[in-house]
């Protein structure tokens, strides 16, 4: 696949355009066209359409498993209730709810208000989430244990690697790639963990549906022309063009 590129790391930049050398003269890096050199030292942020989700507070999705308990009724309690692929469930009583995007306590609020007055005079719903499947992360390359991880919370690129039991005797810590996807556009991030862990830049958050391949072939083919300037005293981001 061909790639447009786009530095979106001003001290990235430097390290890029010294990196061109002769081959500034004709624009490509990689034999790929529209090099552009742009301010900035991270990957975008997903949108909320992206993600359905906040940026923090887990919110609920497709396939995800809820556990619920309505207080003083144990007809109504210790309920394992899935969430369907339009983002709904079907609780006896109150019928069918739309919870996909909303956290465990808002779910609980909303099934809360439907029993209020009608079924129950003051009712306390508890929801906890028991499993996650729609908000995950995807961890590949030299990791112990590469799979597929749910994100609670805020994860970071560090973290996200500590969740696949962390590196293995051929990992390179300097070929750590995010790909992300924002508003239909594939970006790619190349980090040094090593610059990270000395706290040369930031350890970056990681969101759902990213994908993070720890030093292997696939992550030196996206970056060939970066890998022999490390450690990277800022993240490389390339902008992917699907459509070539």
């Given at each position: ?11 990235a930049a430097a390290t890029a355009l010294a990196l061109m050398g002769c081959a500034s003269s004709s624009g490509t890096i990689g034999g790929a066209p ?87 005079k003051d009712p306390q719903v508890t929801v906890n989430l028991k499993e996650i499947f729609s908000q995950t992360v995807t961890i590949s390359g030299e ?42 556009q594939d970006y790619a991030a190349l980090y040094d963990v090593r610059a990270i862990e000395k706290g040369q830049y930031k350890d970056p958050e990681i ?38």
């Amino acid at each position: 696949m061909k790639m447009d590129v786009l530095l979106r790391s001003t001290a990235a930049a430097a390290t890029a355009l010294a990196l061109m050398g002769c081959a500034s003269s004709s624009g490509t890096i990689g034999g790929a066209p529209g090099l552009e050199v742009v301010e900035g030292n991270s990957l975008p942020e997903p949108t909320v359409a992206d993600l359905s989700a906040n940026e923090r507070a887990y919110r609920v999705g497709p396939f995800d498993v809820l556990n619920v308990d309505v207080f003083g009724s144990e007809e109504l309690s210790k309920k394992e209730i899935q969430v369907d692929a339009s983002g709904r469930i079907t609780f006896p009583l109150i019928g069918t709810l739309e919870v996909a995007g909303k956290t465990p306590g808002e779910v609980g609020d909303l099934m809360a208000e439907r029993f209020r007055g009608r079924f129950i005079k003051d009712p306390q719903v508890t929801v906890n989430l028991k499993e996650i499947f729609s908000q995950t992360v995807t961890i590949s390359g030299e990791v112990k244990r590469a799979g597929v991880y749910p994100i609670v919370g805020k994860m970071t690129l560090m973290t996200a690697i500590a969740s696949a039991e962390g590196w293995t005797e051929f990992s390179k810590k300097g070929e750590v790639v995010v790909l992300r996807t924002v508003e239909g556009q594939d970006y790619a991030a190349l980090y040094d963990v090593r610059a990270i862990e000395k706290g040369q830049y930031k350890d970056p958050e990681i969101f759902a549906s990213d994908v993070v391949i720890v030093g292997n072939s696939n992550s030196r083919r996206i970056f060939r022309d970066f890998l022999a300037a490390t450690p990277l005293l800022a993240p490389i981001i390339i902008l992917l063009d699907r459509n070539r």
